[in-house]
């Protein structure tokens, strides 16, 4: 089981946070079984400000991704329309045991000089 850094916009940070959000969609999957999600916040935040257990790990059409999803996705069908707009595959990670860290922490302590566009594997 692996640990992934994701790059996700503060207002989907706090939705995730707040316990409202509860899937995190991607485009691409990752190699390997992914058991722990480490939430860099992006600008103006630009800080690592949590973590969340992984739950479970879909992949599917976005029409079956959203059906399973829809009620704890934190974001609109409009929205998810237009992320996987020309897409046949749909990503969604489903979290729990979300953790906020009291102080948010620096990339650096992750061993990154700069936030991955997607991802990026995380070994400690």
């Not at 992949?59 to 609109?76: F, L, Q, R, Y």
């Not at 749909?90 to 860290?101: H, L, N, Q």
Request: aromatic share 10%; glycine share 6%; with cysteine.
């Amino acid at each position: 089981m692996s640990r992934i850094l994701l790059s996700i916009n503060p207002e989907h940070v706090d939705k995730i946070l707040d316990g409202t959000k509860r899937y995190e969609f991607r485009k691409v999957k990752c190699k390997g079984d992914v058991s722990k999600i480490i939430i860099y916040c992006t600008s103006p935040v630009m800080k690592v400000v949590g973590e969340a257990t992984v739950d479970s790990v879909l992949d599917n059409s976005p029409d079956e991704i959203w059906k399973i999803t829809s009620g704890s996705a934190g974001i609109s069908k409009d929205f998810f329309d237009r992320y996987y707009e020309g897409r046949n595959r749909a990503i969604a990670f489903g979290i729990k045991s979300i953790e906020r860290y009291d102080e948010p922490r620096e990339l650096s302590e992750y061993g990154l000089s700069c936030a991955p566009q997607s991802f990026a594997y995380i070994s400690r």
